[in-house]
Nanobody, 122 residues
Framework: QVQVVESGGGLVQAGGSLRLSCAASGRTSRTYAVGWFRQAPGKEREFVATISWSGGMTYYADFVKGRFTLSRDNAKSTAYLQMNSLKPEDTAVYYC???????????????WGQGTQVTVSS
């Protein structure tokens, strides 16, 4: 079983940056991926980005391309989401999750973190 914990959220001005961390603990011996999702009040949870752990292949939602960047630290079993040029519409709770492969489908992710709040002011 894998435990997932997000951190790094906070309050920033528009145009600012945050780096979210996703620490995964427990055994994950097969090929897997880390995904990021976000959810604003009254809205559905939406895909943000995903990275395959072994190969490092990434995929980003259109609304974050060129602004957000994924990376990983294999030794620390930690994934990072660098968020630059933040906009007020990026305000949401951001969730990290683990799946068997890189996918945008929420249902394919088996383990979820508790979420971290990102608030962007104008």
């Amino acid at each position: 079983q894998v435990q997932v914990v997000e951190s790094g959220g906070g309050l920033v001005q528009a145009g600012g940056s945050l780096r979210l961390s996703c620490a995964a603990s427990g055994r994950t011996s097969r090929t897997y991926a880390v995904g990021w999702f976000r959810q604003a009040p009254g809205k559905e949870r939406e895909f943000v980005a995903t990275i395959s752990w072994s190969g490092g292949m990434t995929y980003y939602a259109d609304f974050v391309k060129g602004r957000f960047t994924l990376s990983r630290d294999n030794a620390k079993s930690t994934a990072y989401l660098q968020m630059n040029s933040l906009k007020p519409e990026d305000t949401a709770v951001y969730y990290c999750a683990v799946a068997g492969f890189a996918t945008i489908q929420v249902s394919r992710y088996d383990y979820w973190g508790q979420g971290t709040q990102v608030t962007v002011s104008s």
